[in-house]
């Protein structure tokens, strides 16, 4: 389907990144997996409970717009997914392996930021009130995410890798 207007623009947007969550919850468990580090695991597995109430946020605003998702495959996702397999299987568990798994995640994190303000933009500009707000909401959370990933690199992580 061809992109016509807005609203066109704001549905394969919003099923672009629908596309990326799906893939996210299938991602994450494996980095918990892949992590030594507790800390880590654990933000990995929060950050999956929080994917998953983002996926049932876009189900609620995209059965109050009365849109219809299209079936799309988010290509960015994909790849970032597959460079954060490459890293499990190409890098000794440890420290190292961590550091490398934090800056996948965040690269992660940095699309999802950029997608939702983008979403929110064209939400506010089509007059999509509630759905302006759920994306906000999730935009917060990506940013939060965010932050507590470059924390955990900043409290030692990203250090004992470089003292491996």
Known sequence: MAI???QDLFIHELSDIY????QLTKALPRLARATSNPDLAEAFTFH???TQGQIERIDTLVEELGIKLKRIKCAAMEGLVEEGKEAIESIEEGP??????IAGAQKAEHYEIASYGTLAALAKQLGHR???AAL???LEEEKATDEKLTMLAEQGGNQAAAED
């Open 19 to 22: 596309s990326a969550e799906k």
């Open 48 to 50: 999956l409970e929080e």
């Open 136 to 138: 906000l909401e999730t």
């Open 96 to 101: 190292l392996r961590d550091a490398a798994l």
């Open 130 to 132: 509630n759905a302006l």
């Open 4 to 6: 016509k207007d807005m």
